[in-house]
């Protein structure tokens, strides 16, 4: 209790640094300002003074800001590489947007690298993976919320905007293999790692990796299609968590814990968390009906393009994963016990962002509104594919 005044504050600062990130046009900024939502939301996993959040704050800011010491790197290099004829070196997107065919590709290629190791560490893309599980199980559960519906995606979102400045140089067709095989890595590890969990937030966890290793996928690609429905995967995706992790929440309070051995007549006792997570785990697989079902379908159709073998790995990948979620939570809601436990009573507060994220995501897996559909294009427009 003492330390509530602190969390909300370090909470809204967080939304602060996630807005400015987002807005940042100066490359620099949006490396200060993802800096920033590291140390802020770290902050808030170890609000609860527990020693497992302490180790899991400290996991996260030593890997995602020591990666992000060699995107620091890269951006000197880029700083220095955009710097041609008379015009003045610049990190401003735009400029560097137009200035790309100038770039020599060699030194471009070194500092795309460099500026990935960063980012893919902010987006939990393996190797740099292993503080995203710690975090998001020990964090507060609308902390995990903004981890893994925002904090990731600032990651995925530099790396947008740097492959968009490699598709105007010649080692485009290089940095589009790393993504891919990272991608690939990301979805192969998280797949394993999904098969042996016993703990739900940690199983929304992996499965958050391997989300971020397809939309890894789908920007290696390079297409305006496949980016298009990365960038739907990515709205899809936050929505689809936010709902996963707000009925873990509720799962949590009820049980005092997140393990599936001390979690048994849960649909009883609390059915719209229950249902929360059924309903979750259906769409982050990519069930039918759903808006991930979509964006995954487009994508790998886009894939088939690129490569058969590589979208036959990436096919059973998927189905090995909808398989681990599906075999987890039947054990998870088939565990009954005659031990009789008092209902949390959760208030409205927790339970009315569950019903309108259910909603919300079974009206985008039947039609995506004109307005989403238009300021997606823009966005793939303004990229320059």
Known sequence: PKNIKLFYITFNLLFLAVILAFSSNNLALLWIFAELTTVLSAILIVILNAKENITAALKYVF???????FSFIGLIFLFALSKFHAADATLNWDLLLQRASEF???L????FILIF???AAKSGI???HTWLPAAYSKAPSDVSVLLSGSITNIGIYAIIRMYSIAQHTSSQPFISKVLLFFGILSIAVAVISMVVRTNVKKMIAF???ENMGFLLVGIGIGSPISMFWVLFHTVAHSLNKALLFFSAGIIHRQYNSIKSEFIHDAIRLQPLASWGLIIGSAAIIGMPLFPLFISKFFILSQLAGTSKILLFSVLVLLLIAAGSFAWFFINLFGNIKDKKLPEYKAPMSMKIPIIILIILLLVLGIFIPAGL???LHSIVSGLGL
């Open 108 to 111: 471009f290629l070194f500092s």
């Open 104 to 106: 020599s590709p060699e």
């Open 207 to 209: 499965s958050s990796v």
């Open 117 to 119: 190791v960063g980012f």
């Open 63 to 69: 890997i995602a800001s020591t990666a992000m010491l």
């Open 126 to 128: 393996v190797p740099f």
């Open 373 to 375: 559909r238009s300021l």
